[in-house]
């Protein structure tokens, strides 16, 4: 029998695809699975995908109280902004904690107050293992903050550039799409399919969206350990990232395309692939596609997988980055269960994959 963990949240999309991976996890158990107005309900009956699992499946849904979590030794919270606080106040030091929303995500409250409101709650060792430094802290750690699923996209694309000094993350410009599952399961006008179907818009745009400081917090500190390394890192300073987030016509995956100016004009395609390639060398699921290739997200549907490609546009003078995840794999449920088992002590790749189901 292996650990045992609960899910918080497990109505939801990223809760219905933890529970979807930990039914084939080697060495984790579910316990509790906790909901809101779904509680009461089976697992199969809220995610009819999993009814052929009657260990996960006719699993009940109970109401989000303490007593329901107890007993694990690592709970995943899949709650929206604002409510996993409640529930890490009142979970003991002991239980693991990896958090799947943005409560723990973000050192200034200035910049949590701006985007969410309500109080601060500090911020946990945000759980991207490929981060530099960051597989360490992950494992050491109880409790852990999962970044955004458009985040992790960006993060993953621009880090080892500004880190290596090669890119200002003074002028960043992410454009990035999504699909419908990132706007999570609630009804809502302009997510049904007829105002989908057919058509790609933009919205949060100008820097609105809630996680524009994440991706802003990664480069900043990415910048500052370049300039302790005596690296130049132009524009460390002043962090800014221009993002504009679109809705695409699909249920999951993310596709985004950063750029960034070059702290050197002269940079070339190879230099900046030497980077980005060096920085994810025997990483068992960043790839960094053939030059030519470009990333798309049927190739990492159902993954854990994020696929690179760079490239330096000479005549504009920028570096350009395309990363494609699934956003409820590596954005989201994936990414949890990889920071878990980093805080269990388990080999980081179980249940896990880095190979898509396209077409």
């Not at 984790?28 to 009819?48: F, I, M, N, Q, Y």
Request: hydrophobic share 50%; glycine share 12%.
């Amino acid at each position: 029998m292996g650990a045992r963990v609960a899910v918080a949240g497990a109505s939801g999309y990223a809760g219905g695809e933890l529970l979807r991976l930990l039914a084939g996890h080697p060495d984790l158990e579910v316990g509790a699975v906790t909901a809101g107005a779904s509680a009461g309900r089976t697992v199969a009956e809220v995610h009819p995908n999993l009814a052929a699992l009657p260990a996960i499946g006719e699993l009940e849904l109970t109401r989000q109280v303490p007593a329901a979590l107890a007993g694990c030794d690592l709970i995943f919270l899949a709650l929206p902004a604002g409510e996993s606080a409640a529930v890490a106040a009142t979970t003991p030091a002991g239980v693991r904690i990896v958090d799947l929303g943005p409560d723990f995500r973000l050192a200034e409250k200035a910049a949590w107050e701006r985007h969410y409101g309500g109080p601060h709650a500090g911020r946990w060792v945000t759980g991207l293992p490929e981060l530099p430094g960051a597989r360490t802290a992950i494992a050491a750690a109880s409790r852990v903050a999962a970044p955004g699923c458009y985040a992790t996209a960006a993060m993953l694309a621009l880090v080892p550039l500004v880190a290596a000094g090669l890119a200002d993350p003074g002028d960043v410009v992410v454009v990035a799409a999504s699909g419908t599952s990132g706007a999570g399961r609630s009804l809502r006008a302009d997510l049904l399919a007829s105002e989908v179907m057919g058509s790609v818009s933009a919205y949060a745009a100008a820097g609105a969206h809630r996680h524009t400081p994440e991706v802003e917090q990664a480069l900043a500190e990415a910048a500052a350990a370049a300039q302790e390394d005596d690296i130049d890192a132009a524009g460390a300073a002043s962090v800014r990232v221009s993002f504009t987030p679109l809705l695409a016509p699909m249920p999951r995956g993310i596709l985004a395309t950063c750029t960034a100016r070059l702290t050197r004009p002269q940079l070339s395609t190879g230099e900046l692939r030497e980077a980005v390639a060096e920085a994810y060398d025997g990483e068992p699921f960043v790839t960094v596609l053939p030059p030519g290739g470009w990333p798309a997200t049927a190739s990492v549907a159902g993954s854990n997988a994020a696929h690179l490609q760079v490239a330096a546009d000479e005549r504009s003078g920028r570096a350009v980055v395309v990363a494609a995840i699934d956003n409820l794999g590596k954005g989201a449920a994936g990414q949890a269960i990889q920071d878990a088992n980093l805080m269990l002590g388990l080999p980081e790749t179980a249940g896990l994959s880095a190979i898509g189901v396209a077409p």
